[in-house]
């Protein structure tokens, strides 16, 4: 996203202060669907955690507990190469193609919701989708054990990668909330309002 997409300020929502903690791998910001620009600079307002692997990112995530609410919208790769090289890796015209081996990314969004100590008392998870939106969704959102998903249609023709407005769903126990379009800044404003709203319904009951 844009440098403003991702800027979490601390804001009030519906009554609701957030104090917010961003895990973020270090990302330059897209000037096009193939074209990287300069290294996006720390959003104001929030704590940063800098991690530069999914491994990090999730150590990080837990250091954080207890929240609140975890938010979890970075896309991490399912696979990681099993092993790094601390060098570069020369061609020689004799050479057949490298192997690769890969090995597992941790799974953070499913390792926080079913945590049995400490587990947020909200956690968000998004799917981007390219065919059957509601039913992939809906099933990553059982599989991982989240309370929300956020479902995102980015199949070729939408304009969400790299476009500035986006049209999701929010999928959880209450059913499916169809958002109208709108800009992704909307639609990160509207999240943080209805998770505000969500808390504090459940502060009262208790």
């Known amino acids: 996203g844009t440098p403003a997409r991702r800027n979490r300020r601390r804001r009030h ?5 957030a104090d917010n903690k961003l895990v973020w791998i270090d990302t330059d910001e897209p000037k096009s669907p193939s074209r990287m620009g300069p290294r996006l600079a720390d959003p104001a307002g929030v704590r940063m955690i800098h991690v530069e692997t999914a491994a990090e990112m999730l150590a990080a995530c837990e250091d954080t507990l207890p929240v609140d609410v975890a938010v979890c919208a970075a896309a991490v790769s399912d696979w990681r190469a099993a092993e790094m090289a601390d060098h570069k890796i020369k061609k020689r015209a004799d ?3 490298p192997t690769i081996t ?5 799974d953070i969004l499913a390792t926080l919701s079913r945590r049995n100590d400490r587990r947020p ?3 968000v998870g998004f799917a981007a989708e390219t065919n059957r939106l509601i039913e992939n969704a809906s099933e990553k959102r059982q ?3 989240c309370d929300w998903i ?12 790299g476009g500035e407005a986006n049209t999701v769903l929010l999928i ?3 059913g499916i909330e169809e958002w109208p379009r709108m800009p992704k800044d909307k639609v990160a404003e509207r999240l943080a309002e209805r998770i505000a709203a969500t808390l504090t319904s459940e502060q009262a009951v208790c």
């Open 95 to 97: 050479d057949a193609p």
């Open 143 to 145: 599989r991982k054990g």
């Open 102 to 106: 890969l090995s597992e990314n941790p």
């Open 121 to 123: 008392r909200l956690v």
């Open 13 to 17: 929502h519906g009554g609701l202060t």
């Open 172 to 174: 959880s126990d209450a």
């Open 150 to 161: 956020i479902a995102n249609d980015v199949s070729p023709g939408t304009g969400t990668f």
